[in-house]
């Protein structure tokens, strides 16, 4: 079992920057791969960036790629915690949506059906 915890959302204007944290603890098999979800109003919930935390391989929604990073904390996890970020730079109105933060222990990528576990999501508003 694995249990995620997002914080960080809230509302920045477009151009800005805003970090969400995803704490994740629990087995640590089940914390190999990470990554996080947007669900929009009216709009499916997609995959804009995953982290292989063993081989720390990423990867990135094209709606997203150059300006959102996703990372691991190494300095602050331990066996049964760890904690990664997604750092959202020039962030426009279309990325305004709930941030939900997923793990697999054994698929990654940006497919919602490899992640077992999610967490219930921080709220993202980017006013023009």
């Known amino acids: 079992q694995v249990q995620l915890v997002e914080s960080g959302g809230g509302s920045v204007q477009s151009g800005g920057s805003l970090k969400l944290s995803c704490t994740a603890s629990?087995?640590?098999?089940?914390?190999?791969?990470v990554a996080w979800f947007r669900e929009a109003p009216g709009k499916d919930r997609e995959g804009i960036a995953s982290?292989?935390?063993?081989?720390?391989?990423?990867?990135?929604?094209?709606?997203v790629k150059g300006r959102f990073t996703i990372s691991r904390d190494n300095a602050k996890n331990t066996l049964t915690r760890e904690i990664v970020y997604l750092q959202m730079d020039s962030v426009k109105p279309d990325d305004t949506a709930m941030y939900y933060c997923?793990?697999?222990?054994?698929?990654?990528?940006?497919?919602?059906?490899?992640?077992?576990?999610w967490g219930r999501g921080t709220q993202v508003t980017v006013s023009s």
């Open positions: 629990g087995q640590s098999y089940g914390r190999r791969h």
């Open positions: 997923a793990s697999s222990p054994w698929r990654g990528g940006l497919s919602l059906s490899a992640y077992n576990w």
């Open positions: 982290l292989d935390t063993n081989t720390g391989t990423t990867v990135y929604a094209d709606s």
